[in-house]
């Protein structure tokens, strides 16, 4: 009796009662943040929402649909039909800009780097006048230099086309030249080009495979680079056949706009209970072992309660604010519509087009 009584005393001295527990001080905290920021992102939110009704304006995703009624410079179209397809148009072109600064920047920095390692006194020195140069003069102080070079050139004109005519173009907007630019039809092509690329990585491995094998050259890079092109070259011909995808994605376009948002939110609520339930029921299989359940500690308990929480939250979210999934709804049917229309059936034409930007299209005012 006593040795009960003291064991029992024992494990109420080593537990330190709720309030100097570390482990509850540090959710509790995370919690008071987290419902913080949310308590305020509402408000804010709630206020813009209010101030936009009474001006007359609306806060929603139908301008994803409707004519945007402007031209873009560049693109794969100039002409956007819907506010999708232009930001579409406008992710396109920063992933082009992001892709060929990040070319250059990589091709310059080893340029450079080995310069800078160098025998020759000539290389060395100027690699590094251009480093220290550009490492100790401000950022903006070489934008202000080079846009100050960009706007002394002549004006973009149809007249003014450049030293070399349609290849090379310089102007106050920039400098460009000629390159490879998609048409409508090269949403077509490229199911065929990727497809070629996983016939060339087969004859590769069949290749190298056969090398291993035999000890004979094969040349497996070589035939993998050849069956990528000669699928490609069939592609560029056979490329209106992908035009029978246009069902599919106005097919899928169809079904998604026939079920009710209610009916999204009680799949998302499912789905969420569902997800929360399996990680609960995850996380705690990994404190299992042949000799029983590990113990949890509080901090174990913790994450379990706060990923019930979570779950259950979301699903009462989507399930008192349909509007939200509504809203999403619209917009995932409208962006299988818009690649619906880029599938219309047979359509025919070159899936690239080498152009020089500015000249051809309705980039002059």
């Known amino acids: 009796m006593t040795s009960d009584t003291d064991d029992r005393i024992t494990a109420d001295q080593g ?13 509790a905290a995370q919690i008071v943040v987290l419902a913080t920021l949310l308590v305020a992102a509402w408000i804010v939110i709630s206020t813009a929402l209010r101030n936009l009704e009474a001006q007359g304006l609306s806060f929603d995703w139908d301008f994803l649909g409707d004519p945007v009624g402007f031209s873009i410079g560049e693109g794969f179209t100039q002409q956007p039909e819907t506010g999708l397809e232009a ?12 892709g060929v600064g990040l070319l250059l920047a990589l091709v310059l920095g080893v340029v450079m780097g080995i310069a800078r390692l160098s025998s020759n006194w000539l290389v060395n020195r100027t690699a590094q006048i251009y480093v220290e140069s550009i490492r100790n003069v401000p950022l903006l102080l070489q934008m202000i230099f080079w846009n100050v070079i960009f706007i002394s050139f002549a004006p973009l004109d149809p007249a003014n086309l450049g030293p070399i005519e349609d290849w090379f173009l310089v102007s106050a907007k920039g400098v460009s030249f000629a390159f490879i630019f998609g048409t409508e039809t090269v949403w077509q092509w490229l199911v065929f080009f990727v497809l070629a690329l996983w016939v060339g990585r087969i004859v590769y491995k069949r290749r190298f ?18 069956a990528v092109v000669a699928v490609a070259i069939i592609g560029w ?16 376009a169809t079904a998604l706009d026939a079920v009710p ?3 999204w939110s009680i799949v998302i609520a499912v789905a969420a209970v ?92």
């Open 15 to 27: 537990r330190p009662p709720i309030w100097r527990n570390g482990t509850f001080l540090k959710w």
């Open 87 to 98: 930001l579409l148009v406008g992710a396109v072109n920063s992933l082009r800009v992001i």
């Open 209 to 226: 495979d056969r090398f291993e094998e035999t000890g004979h050259e094969t040349r497996p890079i070589l035939f993998g680079l050849l």
């Open 237 to 252: 011909f056979a490329h209106p056949v992908a035009g029978a995808f246009e069902w599919v994605f106005h097919g899928i």
């Open 261 to 263: 948002p209610i009916g």
């Open 274 to 365: 569902l997800l929360g339930a399996w990680w609960i029921r995850r996380f705690l299989n990994s404190f299992r072992t042949p000799a029983g359940m590990a113990k949890l500690t509080d901090d174990d308990w913790f994450r379990v309660a706060f990923a019930g929480v979570v779950a259950v939250g979301v699903a009462a979210f989507v399930l008192f604010f349909p509007g939200v999934i509504e809203a999403g709804q619209n917009v995932i049917v409208g962006l299988f519509d818009w690649i619906g229309d880029r599938y219309e059936w047979l359509r025919t034409g070159a899936p690239l087009d080498f152009r020089q930007p500015g000249v051809t299209g309705d980039r002059f005012p």
